[in-house]
């Protein structure tokens, strides 16, 4: 799914071609794609997008007359950009924005329809914020407020959209990394020492990876969108070895979510248990890195 780095990266390539242009119509090939009728989608033709912004992981294009486009890619989602008139694909094709200057196309692999289109005036945009805040913004009290609202594990804490914007699990693997805090810790366990420091964490790797992201696709338009990246340290490098301290980076599987960490970074050299695995080989499950 793309996270913050990404929607950003997109954001970055789609100022300089259509903020400030009319758009002249939506056009919307999927039904399952969006998620209201008021306004219609007839009442953007002819507006300017006045802005461009993210909503967490959303993508939003504020239009004249208080007319926002709030776009979910979810896991599969992805935009392109094309010719202005540019035919929609038949299988994977969602929608068609259309500018004098091109297409902006939405695609979604796979079987499964998850992406989501809102056209929302300034009340029904307030009603599909999650509420989560920017961590470039919030300062440290309001940080460890959230933080230690309720009781789970770091992973799902930082991932929570109600309560931080913009990072999933990709993002989350790295930060906890970064931090050397593993990511099955309970958020109440921390001192307010290592709140702070999670908050500096998570700020210095979402903005040096919204940097990578934006460099990457330069005055290009993104193409290759992946949760996945070789300089990542332990996100989708399960069994390779972890630039930092050499241990091989570990996975949890829980309900379709891999969860990646080094056991050397972060666990103090204990093995997780993953349930599907650890059901499987019980007694022969590694608890430690010594023992694997
Ligand atoms: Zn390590």
């Known amino acids: 799914m793309p996270e913050l780095p990404e929607i950003e990266a997109y954001l970055a390539a789609l100022r300089p071609r259509i903020e400030g242009e009319a758009l002249d119509g939506i056009r919307v090939q999927s039904f399952s794609l969006l998620r209201t009728f008021d306004p219609p989608v007839d009442a953007v033709a002819g507006k300017r997008v006045t802005g461009l912004r993210r909503l967490g992981k959303r993508v939003v294009l504020d239009l004249e007359d208080d007319i926002h486009v709030v776009i979910h890619l979810m896991i599969a989602g992805r935009f392109k950009w094309l010719d202005p008139g540019a035919a929609i694909p038949k299988r994977r094709g969602l929608a068609a924005l259309d500018f004098a200057t091109g297409t902006l196309l939405l695609t979604e692999a796979g079987a499964k329809r998850r992406a989501t289109m809102h056209i929302v005036d300034d009340q029904g945009f307030a009603g599909i914020d999650p509420g989560g805040v920017e961590l470039a913004d919030v300062d440290a ?152």
């Open 141 to 292: 009290v309001e940080f460890a407020e959230r933080f230690r609202g309720e009781r789970h594990t770091l992973k799902r804490t930082l991932t929570d959209a109600r309560l931080f914007s913009g990072i999933g699990g990709a993002f989350a693997d790295e930060i906890l990394w970064h931090a050397r805090l593993s990511p099955t810790q309970m958020n109440t366990n921390l001192s307010d020492d290592e709140v702070e420091r999670l908050l500096d964490t998570s700020r210095r790797v979402l903005e040096e990876w919204t940097a990578i992201r934006v460099g990457e696709t330069g005055d290009g338009f993104p193409t290759k969108v992946t949760a996945f990246h070789p300089d990542m340290g332990v996100h989708g490098k399960y069994g390779e070895p972890c630039p930092v301290c050499g241990a091989p980076i570990q996975r949890i599987v829980s309900g379709g979510r891999e969860t990646n960490y080094c056991p050397g970074c972060q666990t103090g050299g204990k093995i997780l248990a993953d349930r599907s695995l650890s059901r499987l080989l019980k007694d022969d499950w590694p608890k430690t890195l010594d023992e694997l």
